[in-house]
């Protein structure tokens, strides 16, 4: 089973996707499947292990969390922008935030977070020391942010992922 | 504009009211990049049009575009979703580029050694000591002495 579909989330995201851009029909689903198929199977030459996901759940209340994080932000930013930074008094910085998690997969989903999210740009990640700099727009405290991003993203990152 | 004179309002008016605020969250992007003075500063400003400036005028595409496939009631209704499609790309591949650009200023700074840039704790020094990979070839043969008589 897992020699024909080595990455079984993969192999239904492109059939997914293959639907989206073609239209619903029998055809186009068999059709997608046997591309998604092919193509997932390829991936496995360079990419041979399986992202593991333990949960689902906390991916779907991160996707919310995240969703409102977001348009937040992005309210906030262009307000900043708009008055010049509240007139001058706006600091910007780097903060240092070591994180826990070690594993490719849950990293690659934080990185598209924070960077989806106006006011913070992940600048560099230290695979030796695991620790990540970020650079953040509006810096109010910074023991904020490590807790925000340690207790907010991430602790929901590890139960989603294994390692 | 055929189809777009028979818009009936409770379609044109979130068409019209995430279309500006897609382009409105962009324009102040593009803005913000322009007038923000450090650089790691503009790096957050484009993000408003990656972020919900896009989101915007993709949901009011979303909605125009499935209005305008669908035919009258529930069973006529062909909802276009392939925008879906660009956003979750445009979600995805703005790190990469976000990262590249970030890590580039990084490098730059820190070897320029300008103000208010945290430093590699270990990595900074490494390109101003040549003789590092000197030192490593010493250090690995005694490594292998000393493992040698403990598997003995």
């Given at each position: 089973?897992?020699?024909?579909?080595?990455?079984?989330?993969?192999?239904?995201?492109?059939?997914?996707?293959?639907?989206?851009?073609?239209?619903?029909?029998?055809?186009?689903?068999i059709l997608g499947f046997a591309v998604a198929t092919v193509a997932s199977r390829a991936?496995?030459?360079?990419?041979?292990?399986?992202?593991?996901?333990?949960?689902?759940?906390?991916?779907?209340?991160?996707?919310?969390?995240?969703?409102?994080?977001?348009?937040?932000?992005?309210?906030?930013?262009?307000?900043?922008?708009?008055?010049?930074?509240?007139?001058?008094?706006?600091?910007?910085?780097?903060?240092?935030?070591?994180?826990?998690?070690?594993?490719?997969?849950?990293?690659?989903?934080?990185?598209?977070i924070i960077t989806a999210t106006p006011g913070t740009a992940?600048?560099?990640?230290?695979?030796?020391?695991?620790?990540?700099?970020?650079?953040?727009?509006?810096?109010?405290?910074?023991?904020?942010?490590?807790?925000?991003?340690?207790?907010?993203?991430?602790?929901?990152?590890?139960?989603?992922?294994?390692? | 504009?055929?189809?777009?004179?028979?818009?009936?309002?409770?379609?044109?008016?979130?068409?019209?009211?995430?279309?500006?605020?897609?382009?409105?969250?962009?324009?102040?992007?593009?803005?913000?990049?322009?007038?923000?003075?450090?650089?790691?500063?503009?790096?957050?400003?484009?993000?408003?049009?990656?972020?919900?400036?896009?989101?915007?005028?993709?949901?009011?595409?979303?909605?125009?575009?499935?209005?305008?496939?669908?035919?009258?009631?529930?069973?006529?209704?062909?909802?276009?979703?392939?925008?879906?499609?660009?956003?979750?790309?445009?979600?995805?591949?703005?790190?990469?580029?976000?990262?590249?650009?970030?890590?580039?200023?990084?490098?730059?700074?820190?070897?320029?050694?300008?103000?208010?840039?945290?430093?590699?704790?270990?990595?900074?020094?490494?390109?101003?000591?040549?003789?590092?990979?000197?030192?490593?070839?010493?250090?690995?043969?005694?490594?292998?002495?000393?493992?040698?008589?403990?598997?003995?």
């Amino acid at each position: 089973m897992s020699r024909i579909f080595p990455h079984p989330l993969l192999t239904l995201a492109l059939t997914l996707l293959w639907l989206l851009l073609t239209s619903f029909s029998l055809g186009h689903l068999i059709l997608g499947f046997a591309v998604a198929t092919v193509a997932s199977r390829a991936l496995s030459a360079i990419e041979p292990d399986r992202v593991p996901i333990r949960a689902v759940w906390p991916l779907v209340k991160l996707f919310f969390i995240v969703g409102g994080d977001i348009i937040r932000s992005n309210l906030a930013v262009a307000w900043l922008i708009l008055t010049r930074g509240r007139h001058g008094k706006r600091r910007s910085g780097f903060v240092e935030i070591p994180l826990r998690l070690r594993a490719p997969a849950p990293l690659a989903l934080l990185a598209i977070i924070i960077t989806a999210t106006p006011g913070t740009a992940w600048i560099e990640y230290d695979a030796e020391t695991g620790v990540l700099l970020l650079h953040v727009f509006d810096m109010i405290e910074t023991d904020d942010w490590v807790t925000l991003i340690g207790t907010r993203y991430e602790n929901l990152l590890m139960e989603a992922f294994v390692g | 504009m055929s189809y777009l004179d028979t818009l009936p309002p409770w379609i044109a008016i979130p068409v019209a009211f995430f279309l500006i605020l897609g382009s409105t969250l962009t324009l102040l992007g593009a803005f913000g990049l322009a007038r923000l003075r450090d650089f790691y500063d503009r790096l957050h400003a484009p993000t408003l049009g990656t972020s919900w400036g896009a989101a915007g005028i993709l949901l009011a595409s979303m909605i125009l575009m499935s209005w305008n496939e669908s035919e009258p009631g529930w069973s006529g209704l062909r909802p276009v979703l392939h925008e879906l499609v660009i956003g979750i790309f445009l979600m995805i591949t703005t790190p990469v580029t976000l990262m590249l650009l970030g890590r580039a200023a990084l490098h730059r700074d820190r070897i320029e050694g300008t103000p208010g840039i945290p430093g590699a704790v270990e990595r900074a020094d490494v390109p101003h000591r040549p003789t590092g990979e000197e030192a490593d070839g010493e250090a690995a043969p005694e490594i292998d002495i000393s493992d040698a008589p403990g598997e003995n």
